[in-house]
Nanobody
């Protein structure tokens, strides 16, 4: 059974940092993408950052560019979201998802966050709360 598992959420003050982890196991290596999405209460899930699981290319949404960074471990078994200079509006449930139809070219050509419904596999989410 394919499983993704997020961790690293928590409560921080305005301006603080958190590092989220998504354990992907060996399910998504090459020919797939892993993305971080967030969902605020009453809102749709929005894409934040995406990385090609085969390595070498990533995308970060304009809304968080310069503050958030996505990366992958060398074993390609985990994807991270480093979040710096957090703001209260970053408060949300953060999810990692996997898209097995995504290619390196898909990520390289991204100019806007991908729709959540393109991602088939999801973790259970981790809550990030930023207080002012």
């Amino acid at each position: 059974q394919v499983k993704l598992m997020e961790s690293g959420g928590g409560s921080v003050q305005d301006g603080g940092s958190l590092r989220l982890s998504c354990a992907t196991g060996d399910y998504f290596v090459d020919n797939s993408c892993v993305g971080w999405f967030r969902q605020r209460p009453g809102q749709e899930r929005e894409g934040v950052a995406v990385i090609y699981a085969g390595g070498g290319v990533s995308y970060v949404a304009d809304s968080v560019k310069g503050r958030f960074a996505i990366s992958q471990n060398t074993a390609k078994s985990a994807v991270y979201l480093q979040m710096n200079s957090l703001k209260p509006e970053d408060t949300a449930m953060y999810y990692c998802g996997a898209d097995v139809t995504c290619t390196r070219g898909t990520v390289a050509s991204m100019r806007s966050p991908p729709p959540a419904d393109e991602y088939r596999y999801w973790g259970q989410g981790t809550l990030v709360t930023v207080s002012s």
